[in-house]
């Protein structure tokens, strides 16, 4: 059996609940739940010739990121590095997490998900800054857990890099 | 335990097992899960394998064993069953322990205040967000009110200069206009020779002139508070006792028509002083605004033919005027008589001449 642990990683309310939820479940709710601890959850992704079962840990976002156990990553294969695209903080966020990551396990496979894209008229990244962190040959997506908008796309773009 | 008495010992095998609801699996060299026990039902567990994988059964276990840093602890983990533990993971031989100790209760609690401290976070930045986009609004909005009230100056002045301001004003709470005034005097004035003088100029002195005659026209329509209603071609049509009556409408217009004739003498068309034919006439007339987009303020009526007619038998520098108008100025203007005439389309008109 092919099966992945992936940690979704990012501040706290950018939405890896949500992201998760509507991956696994394919539904959305409004209502605003802080995860505390981590929440584990599995999806399959058929992909050619192969079918993987992402284990995904959705761990808790912290507001100080200094508290972030990132001894909770151990194991992991990939990351699911989440923004919210209404809160221009969360990209930096997400980026030192990121780099807490690597120090501790080396380098790995993510996919960078800029989230809430259905709130276009709150929207604080400039689509040069996401140009920018492209041309790093980094795989970004817009998506929104409430449309699902590249939602999939995101998860089945990481799985077939966790599965190289 | 044996350190501990009795009572100590049974009181924190109680704690773990009741309270928290201890449960263990044990993990061989191959990864295979060696045993079980404990609680396991409460975290949906019954139904682990012995001697199979531990990764195929308990799917949170995927990378992380072997593990180097043993011990290994994490904090509120949600199960698939829903239930949430705290996993502590030891070694003893070649065999790992997997502990798990219930922490639903603290991770709800823990969550509840969270969520109060993150909610505020949100609230304040949100706060921050939308004072900072209040901010550059307004800007914008003062800009662009701004902007705003010098290009209604602008169309205000524009709209002054074309219409009288009592009619500019009932156009623009758009009302219709079109009024009867039953006493105005209306006056035509054209120049002489006009056609043959502007094609031996050109085009550019005769617009120069027509300028000279037109901008007079305007500022003795101030001085005498006469309207200028419109110029065709070279012809002006001024008209007074309107938009507000006044009983002395026939006088104001001879006044600016004497005044108009001296005025366009001062300047020179082809060689030769400018000359007018000018016309008078009072009676009623309808004044209204037609059109929607270039509209125009004018006036019709029988008046305003006749008052046509008259100027356009007016002789070189003569100011006629009918006799209605005649009988409007009085004694006061000492008028020559210049008899009936045969007008066309009006039939036989008596007429007077204003002296010079």
């Known amino acids: ?164 | 335990m044996h350190r501990l008495p009795k009572e100590v010992g049974s009181w924190i095998y109680n704690f773990f097992y009741n309270e928290h609801s201890i449960a263990y699996v044990k993990i061989d060299a191959q990864l295979c899960i060696a045993a079980k026990g404990g609680n396991v039902k409460h975290y949906g567990l019954s139904s682990l394998r012995i001697g199979k994988p531990v990764t195929d059964q308990l799917e949170f276990m995927e990378g992380l064993l072997p593990c180097p840093e043993l011990p290994y602890h994490m904090a509120m983990v949600e199960l698939p069953s829903g239930r949430v533990a705290d996993l502590h993971l030891f070694a003893d031989d070649d065999c790992v322990w997997l502990l798990f100790l219930d922490a639903t209760a603290e991770r709800d609690n823990k969550q509840r205040l969270q969520q109060k401290a993150y909610e505020m976070t949100l609230l304040q930045e949100r706060e921050r967000q939308l004072n900072e986009k209040l901010q550059s609004t307004n800007e914008a909005l003062r800009k662009s009110q701004e902007g705003l009230s010098r290009e209604y100056q602008r169309a205000e002045s524009l709209l002054l200069n074309i219409l009288p301001a009592s009619i500019a004003e009932r156009l623009k709470a758009h009302k219709k206009i079109a009024d009867n005034h039953a006493e105005v005097s209306v006056l035509f004035a054209d120049i002489v020779g006009f056609t043959e003088r502007a094609r031996s100029v050109g085009a550019v002195t005769t617009l120069a002139i027509l300028n000279y005659f037109f901008k007079a026209a305007d500022r003795l329509s101030e001085r005498y508070g006469c309207e200028k209603i419109k110029t065709i071609g070279d012809c002006v049509m001024v008209v007074a006792g309107l938009p507000t009556a006044r009983s002395d409408h026939a006088k104001a217009l001879a006044h600016y028509a004497v005044e108009l004739r001296k005025a366009v003498k001062r300047e020179r068309f082809a060689g030769e002083p400018i000359r007018l034919r000018i016309g008078i006439h009072s009676g009623p007339i309808v004044a209204g605004v037609i059109g929607k987009r270039r509209f125009a303020y004018d006036l019709w009526g029988e008046t305003v033919n006749l008052a046509s007619r008259i100027q356009t038998s007016a002789e070189p520098d003569e100011i006629r005027i009918s006799d209605a108008t005649y009988q409007l100025l009085g004694p006061k203007f000492a008028c020559d008589p210049l008899g009936e005439t045969e007008l066309r389309g009006a039939g036989r008109v008596r007429m007077w001449r204003l002296p010079a």
């Open chain 1, 1 to 164: 059996m092919l099966q992945k642990k992936i940690c979704m990683l990012g501040g706290f309310s950018v939405g890896k609940t949500s992201l998760v939820r509507r991956f696994v479940q394919s539904i959305f709710s409004e209502t605003y739940l802080t995860t505390v601890g981590v929440k584990i959850d599995k999806k399959s992704v058929a992909l050619p010739g192969k079918t993987v079962d992402l284990i995904l840990w959705d761990l808790a976002g912290e507001d100080d990121i200094g508290s972030f156990r990132v001894s909770h990553v151990r194991g992991a294969t990939g990351l699911v590095l989440v923004v919210d695209g209404t809160r221009a903080a969360t990209l930096a966020a997400a980026l030192t997490l990121r780099e807490r990551v690597e120090a501790e396990f080396g380098a790995m496979p993510f996919v960078l998900l800029f989230n809430k894209s259905d709130l276009a008229d709150r929207w604080e990244i400039s689509d040069s800054e996401i140009d920018n962190l492209r041309q790093l040959g980094w795989q970004i997506y817009l998506t929104s857990a409430l449309s699902g908008e590249h939602v999939d796309d995101a998860f089945r773009q990481l799985a077939s890099m966790v599965t190289k």
